[in-house]
């Protein structure tokens, strides 16, 4: 097995970038989900699930900037490192409250809630952010960044081409991975595979296991375009509920690095281990 895939969500629910390669730290991948989208007047973080919109947006990484781009639109840019002058807001991402986020300022606001049609703001991860894993698989020491959940969400591109099979026999389109939006594909494995395993090493990374990802309806939106289909959800509904969970349609396993520091680069093996 092996990596062939590794992408970077810089900002949380815009578009992606695929990279090749990716320094890792205590919140994981460097460069992503180190900013998010919140509303203006309660700091709740904003995602494609209420605005599919969002997928319109362009994300780069400049070695000092994070660039937004949209059609039509002029684009903008904002420093990436931490600003101690920076105004604080007090955010929210799921049962994660209270969490300190520097303010990226006024003009980045305006384009965002311009384009988005909504008040909002771009905050971004600073020195005063921590932000605990809450998952049940979490240790002593697990952070996140501004993901849902874990810092890493892995696919393999078995489990992809299993679901892509089903589409196109019921007249359906394939779907492209970034879909799913995963950090981490995989491939060498069976399908659903990474259902399985408990740990596994990338590189010189340990990443654990955090149990598997709920998808929702960000898989029916197209990561170009923005509009929004049933599927995958309806077929994925009719095989991968979770049994002690109906309501929950799984697709891809969340991962928690053990190892703190290190790099990935698409190539690198990918071993089980106990």
């Known amino acids: 097995m092996h990596l062939s895939g590794l992408a970077v969500f810089p900002v949380k629910s815009l578009r992606g970038c695929a990279v090749q390669a990716a320094e890792v730290d205590d919140l994981g991948v460097i460069g992503d989900r180190r900013f998010l989208v919140v509303e203006e007047a309660t700091g709740r973080f904003l995602t494609q699930r209420t605005l599919p919109r969002m997928a319109q947006i362009t994300t780069g990484l400049g070695p000092a900037t ?22 604080l807001r007090s955010v929210t991402i799921w049962k994660s409250e209270g969490l300190l986020a520097e303010d990226a300022g006024d003009a980045v606001a305006a384009w965002l809630s311009d384009f988005l049609a909504l008040k909002c703001r771009l905050v971004r991860i600073g020195g005063k952010f921590s932000r605990p894993v809450l998952k ?15 810092p890493f969400m892995a696919v393999s591109e078995a489990t992809l081409a299993e679901l892509n099979d089903r589409l196109v026999a019921q007249g359906e389109e394939a779907l492209p991975m970034n879909r799913f939006r995963p950090n981490l594909v995989i491939a060498g494995c069976p399908a659903f ?15 654990r296991s955090a149990g598997p990802c709920s998808r929702c309806v960000v898989t029916t939106t197209d990561q170009l375009t923005g509009e929004r289909g049933k599927e995958p959800m309806r ?12 309501t929950d349609v799984n697709f891809g396993q969340n991962f928690i690095h053990e190892t703190k520091r290190g ?9 089980l281990l106990a």
């Open 263 to 271: 790099m990935l680069r698409v190539g690198d093996p990918v071993e």
């Open 235 to 246: 077929t994925l509904a009719t095989y991968r509920r979770e049994p002690t969970e109906p």
């Open 66 to 87: 994070l660039m937004l781009s949209a059609e039509g639109r002029k684009a903008i840019s904002v420093p990436r490192a931490s600003d101690p002058a920076a105004p």
């Open 193 to 207: 595979a990474e259902d399985t395993w408990p740990r596994i090493r990338i590189g010189n990374l340990v990443l």
């Open 136 to 150: 049940a698989a979490a240790g002593p020491g697990d952070r996140v960044n501004f993901a849902d959940s874990c």
